[in-house]
Protein backbone atom coordinates (compact mmCIF):
# COMPACT_ATOMS: atom_id res chain seq x y z
CA UNK A 1 0.00 0.00 0.00
CA UNK A 2 1.41 3.18 -1.25
CA UNK A 3 1.55 5.78 1.39
CA UNK A 4 2.84 9.49 1.73
CA UNK A 5 2.54 11.04 5.42
CA UNK A 6 3.54 14.29 5.33
CA UNK A 7 4.66 16.46 8.49
CA UNK A 8 6.34 18.84 10.39
CA UNK A 9 4.02 22.03 9.45
CA UNK A 10 2.29 24.37 12.04
CA UNK A 11 2.13 28.44 13.05
CA UNK A 12 5.47 30.26 12.49
CA UNK A 13 5.94 34.11 12.90
CA UNK A 14 7.04 35.91 9.89
CA UNK A 15 11.18 35.26 9.46
CA UNK A 16 10.84 32.04 11.08
CA UNK A 17 11.55 28.41 9.97
CA UNK A 18 10.19 24.95 9.35
CA UNK A 19 11.50 21.61 8.42
CA UNK A 20 8.62 19.56 6.51
CA UNK A 21 8.99 16.17 6.05
CA UNK A 22 7.69 13.59 4.00
CA UNK A 23 7.34 9.74 4.80
CA UNK A 24 7.53 7.32 1.40
CA UNK A 25 6.20 3.36 1.51
CA UNK A 26 4.63 1.23 -0.48
CA UNK A 27 7.17 1.80 -3.77
CA UNK A 28 10.79 2.16 -4.71
CA UNK A 29 11.29 5.87 -3.13
CA UNK A 30 15.16 5.94 -4.38
CA UNK A 31 13.35 5.82 -8.29
CA UNK A 32 10.92 8.58 -7.85
CA UNK A 33 10.99 12.32 -8.31
CA UNK A 34 10.08 14.02 -5.23
CA UNK A 35 8.12 17.65 -5.76
CA UNK A 36 6.63 19.66 -2.95
CA UNK A 37 3.19 21.60 -3.75
CA UNK A 38 1.39 23.86 -2.14
CA UNK A 39 -2.71 25.08 -2.55
CA UNK A 40 -3.89 27.80 -1.24
CA UNK A 41 -8.33 27.88 -1.66
CA UNK A 42 -9.13 29.54 -4.44
CA UNK A 43 -5.84 29.49 -6.39
CA UNK A 44 -4.30 27.25 -8.45
CA UNK A 45 -2.10 24.51 -6.54
CA UNK A 46 2.25 25.62 -7.23
CA UNK A 47 4.96 23.20 -7.90
CA UNK A 48 7.45 24.50 -5.11
CA UNK A 49 10.15 22.45 -5.22
CA UNK A 50 11.39 19.23 -6.62
CA UNK A 51 14.13 16.81 -6.21
CA UNK A 52 15.02 13.99 -8.94
CA UNK A 53 15.60 10.86 -8.33
CA UNK A 54 19.44 11.46 -9.11
CA UNK A 55 19.38 14.39 -6.90
CA UNK A 56 18.90 17.17 -8.82
CA UNK A 57 16.67 19.98 -7.60
CA UNK A 58 15.00 23.42 -8.40
CA UNK A 59 12.41 25.83 -6.95
CA UNK A 60 10.15 27.82 -7.78
CA UNK A 61 11.44 31.93 -8.04
CA UNK A 62 9.74 33.09 -4.98
CA UNK A 63 11.08 30.73 -2.74
CA UNK A 64 14.98 30.05 -4.16
CA UNK A 65 17.39 31.10 -1.41
CA UNK A 66 14.95 30.60 1.26
CA UNK A 67 13.83 26.79 1.10
CA UNK A 68 15.98 23.75 0.67
CA UNK A 69 14.76 20.67 -0.51
CA UNK A 70 16.45 17.29 -0.03
CA UNK A 71 15.74 13.61 0.58
CA UNK A 72 16.91 10.44 2.28
CA UNK A 73 16.89 7.25 0.37
CA UNK A 74 17.67 5.33 3.21
CA UNK A 75 14.60 6.89 5.43
CA UNK A 76 12.48 6.97 2.50
CA UNK A 77 11.84 10.72 3.26
CA UNK A 78 12.31 13.85 1.86
CA UNK A 79 12.26 17.20 3.40
CA UNK A 80 11.71 20.86 2.70
CA UNK A 81 13.52 23.32 4.87
CA UNK A 82 11.79 26.59 4.62
CA UNK A 83 13.73 29.97 6.26
CA UNK A 84 12.56 33.09 6.27
CA UNK A 85 8.84 32.50 5.66
CA UNK A 86 6.83 35.15 4.58
CA UNK A 87 2.87 35.14 5.08
CA UNK A 88 2.85 34.52 1.52
CA UNK A 89 4.28 30.76 2.05
CA UNK A 90 0.87 30.45 3.71
CA UNK A 91 -1.07 26.94 2.79
CA UNK A 92 -1.47 23.41 2.60
CA UNK A 93 1.93 21.60 1.67
CA UNK A 94 1.67 18.86 -0.34
CA UNK A 95 3.99 15.86 -1.22
CA UNK A 96 4.11 14.03 -4.31
CA UNK A 97 5.93 10.89 -5.74
CA UNK A 98 6.48 10.88 -9.66
CA UNK A 99 7.73 8.06 -11.90
CA UNK A 100 7.56 7.89 -15.49
CA UNK A 101 8.98 4.74 -17.52
CA UNK A 102 8.46 2.21 -20.06
CA UNK A 103 7.63 -1.58 -20.02
CA UNK A 104 6.43 -1.92 -23.39
CA UNK A 105 3.82 0.92 -22.73
CA UNK A 106 4.59 4.04 -21.11
CA UNK A 107 3.25 4.05 -17.36
CA UNK A 108 3.09 7.15 -15.06
CA UNK A 109 2.93 6.40 -11.36
CA UNK A 110 1.65 9.29 -9.26
CA UNK A 111 1.36 9.29 -5.77
CA UNK A 112 0.01 12.21 -2.72
CA UNK A 113 0.23 12.66 0.34
CA UNK A 114 -2.82 14.51 2.10
CA UNK A 115 -0.96 17.52 3.67
CA UNK A 116 0.31 19.93 6.11
CA UNK A 117 -0.89 23.21 6.65
CA UNK A 118 1.82 25.88 7.24
CA UNK A 119 0.47 29.37 8.52
CA UNK A 120 2.78 31.94 8.51
CA UNK A 121 1.93 35.10 10.66
CA UNK A 122 2.50 37.46 13.64
Known amino acids: QVQLVESGGGLVQPGGSLRLSCAAS????????MTWYRQVPGKEREQVAA???????NYVDSVKGRFTISRDNGKNTVYLQMNSLKPEDTAVYLC????????????????WGQGTQVTVSS
Open 96 to 111: NANRVFYLGSVYNNDY
Open 26 to 33: GFTFSSYR
Open 51 to 57: ITSTGST
